[in-house]
């Protein structure tokens, strides 16, 4: 089983729908939790980074944990067509063995359509 | 503004022939990563380093080697290229050491499409 399990999509909207975006893990070392943004041909940007279950907005998205379930989500409202990209959410360990690791979903790919 | 920055966009190899792939960054970051990225399997990490000459295998090491002789530049080198190491490579850099390394941003390069037949 991989750490981190993200729904491979692919996803298609309508432009002004909310999306919703997750991912599972497994492992209770994981304290920090992001959501990366990858347009097609480029590397990843960060878009969320949050260490605290709960919500955290920040205009159109919000990302959202819950420790207890091991389970993260990324909410996008009024999405736009310049929303279409690869998004990853990744998890750092900061505890162990892995402490300061990374661990990535496989990412999905959005599409958002005029 | 961070840049982190590798030597090719697209790149052309050859079964067996050997693979320099470079990134460099430009934020003094202590640390610095290669992943490889595939459909359908996220990125995997294949080497960090956390200081000068310093290594660290990943999660899939397996056919590869890094170099980091300075702080601002991290080698991935493919000893004999292989068709199973196509892929998108992507190199990455981060601040921070001991506990406070769980407290940066990451920052990726553009990656590097590499293509062996």
């Known amino acids: 089983q991989k750490e981190v399990e993200q729904d491979p999509g692919p996803l298609s909207v309508p432009e002004g729908a909310i999306v919703s975006l997750n991912c599972t893990y497994s492992n209770s070392a994981f304290q920090y939790f992001m959501w990366y943004r990858q347009y097609s041909r480029k590397g990843p940007e960060l878009l969320m980074y949050?260490?605290?279950?709960g919500n955290k907005e920040d205009g159109r998205f919000t990302a959202q944990v819950d420790k207890s379930s091991k389970y993260i989500s990324l909410f996008i409202r009024d999405s736009q067509p310049s929303d279409s990209a690869t998004y990853l959410c990744a998890i750092l360990a900061a505890g162990g063995t892995s402490y300061g690791k990374l661990t990535f979903g496989q990412g999905t790919i959005l599409t958002v359509h005029p | 503004d961070v840049k982190v920055t590798q030597s090719s966009r697209y790149l052309v190899k050859r079964t067996g022939e050997k693979v320099f792939l470079e990134c460099v960054q430009d934020?003094?970051?202590?640390?610095m990563f290669w992943y490889r990225q595939d459909p359908g399997l996220g990125l995997r990490l294949i080497y960090f380093?956390?200081?000068?000459?310093?290594?660290e295998k990943g999660d899939i090491p397996e056919g590869y080697s890094v170099s980091r002789e300075k702080k601002e530049r991290f080698s991935l080198i493919l000893e004999s290229a292989s068709t199973n190491q196509t892929s998108m490579y992507l190199c990455a850099s981060r601040s921070g050491t001991g506990s406070q390394l769980v407290r940066y941003e990451q920052y990726f390069g553009p990656g590097t499409r590499l293509t062996v037949t």
């Open positions: 380093s956390y200081d000068v000459k310093m290594k």
């Open positions: 949050t260490y605290s279950s």
């Open positions: 934020m003094d970051h202590e640390n």
